[in-house]
């Protein structure tokens, strides 16, 4: 991380530690009504990354990329109701756990990771968003925490959220599938072992399309708030 980068990071830490203003006024900004239904992605680094490789994507088919590189759950149910909520879409894709695994913000056990995405999926649900759980994308080491163990963690995060997907009548993803090679990423869809490149991104495409028409052809949730 360039210098400059690193003091803007540590300035956040202390000033705005879910990035709330990253979106603010990219928010502000949407137009109050869009043809078709909105979906929202909100994310980490891999949704940031699917925005800025392949941007027609999200805005030729009104999808709304909000993901932040770097970002844990804990952050993302920060910043829930402001980039997700309050854009009132119809789904909501949740891509969530790499950053947790490698303990960006501190060391988090599966079970609390496990948690800030069922709080995620609940907040959507009261308020009548469908939801999209996406399975945490393959990858045999983080190049940023050399030594850790992330190829199982991912597995097993990864069979919690096909399970608690069916559970709750959300919708799953599997990312992981279309992507892995043995419990890594195939060298030929990533440019790190971890994030995809675009030939990456195409290949989650269909993935992403076929999840959108599930997740639409089921009844929205009833809303309990306003």
């Known amino acids: 991380m360039k210098a400059s980068a690193a003091r803007q990071a540590e300035e956040r830490l202390h000033t705005d530690w879910a990035w709330l203003g990253r979106y603010m006024e990219a928010n ?38 909000r993901g932040i590189g770097g970002q844990t759950t804990p952050q993302m149910v920060l910043r829930f109701r402001q980039d997700v ?16 695994i490698a303990g960006n913000t501190g060391p988090m056990t599966p079970d609390q990771s496990k948690a800030n995405i069922m709080t995620m999926a609940e907040l959507a649900r009261a308020h009548g968003i469908r939801v999209i759980l996406a399975s945490i994308p393959p990858a045999a080491n983080f190049p940023w925490r050399p030594g850790l163990e992330t190829a199982d963690k991912i597995v097993a995060m990864n069979s919690w959220l096909k399970g608690y997907a069916a559970q709750t009548g959300a919708t799953y993803a599997d990312y992981w599938t279309a992507l892995h090679d043995g419990k890594g990423f195939r060298a030929s869809l990533t440019y790190d072992g971890v994030h995809p490149n675009k030939a990456g991104y195409a290949v989650m495409g269909p993935v992403a399309e076929a999840a959108i028409r599930a997740s639409l052809a089921k009844p929205a949730p009833k809303a309990l708030a306003q």
């Open 85 to 100: 909520i309050d854009l009132k879409p119809a789904v909501v894709q949740i891509m969530a756990g790499t950053n947790d």
């Open 28 to 65: 502000t900004a949407l137009p109050a009504g869009m043809a078709g239904p909105r979906v929202v992605f909100i994310g980490d680094s891999i949704t940031q990354g699917w925005f800025d490789m392949a941007p027609t994507f999200f805005t030729d088919n009104n999808r709304i990329g």
